[in-house]
């Protein structure tokens, strides 16, 4: 059993900054990637960030200069920096881990997600 638990969302003021955490744990053999989803109201689910082996990382263009994404391979915990937020990032933001199992099997597992508000 894996568990996906992310903190830190909230409502900020346009041009401000707001830190996402996302914590994995329970019968994880290894990480092999982590990802920040987001999905605003009446629109599909976009990747934001991720971050591979080697912190390898991937950005949607509209979040480029703004957004960084960071892991602590110690705790299995990823992390996602947001400054200069806009009210267009306002969204529900899913962690994302694709981890294979102690049973050796690799799936992506998916947090509950946190809301992310930006007030113009």
């Known amino acids: 059993q894996v568990q996906v638990v992310e903190s830190g969302g909230g409502l900020v003021q346009a041009g401000g900054s707001l830190r996402l955490s996302c914590a994995a744990s329970?019968?994880?053999?290894?990480?092999?990637?982590m990802g920040w989803y987001r999905q605003a109201p009446g629109k599909q689910r976009e990747l934001v960030a991720r971050?591979?082996?080697?912190?390898?990382?991937n950005y949607v263009d509209s979040v480029k200069g703004r957004f960084t994404i960071s892991g602590d391979n110690a705790k299995n915990t990823v992390y996602l920096q947001m400054n200069s937020l806009k009210p267009e990032d306002t969204a529900v933001y899913y962690c994302?881990?694709?981890?294979?199992?102690?049973?050796?099997?690799?799936?992506?597992?998916w947090g509950q997600g946190t809301q992310v508000t930006v007030a113009s």
């Open positions: 971050i591979a082996s080697g912190d390898r990382t």
């Open positions: 329970g019968s994880i053999f290894k990480i092999n990637g």
């Open positions: 994302s881990a694709y981890i294979t199992t102690n049973s050796y099997t690799v799936e992506m597992y």
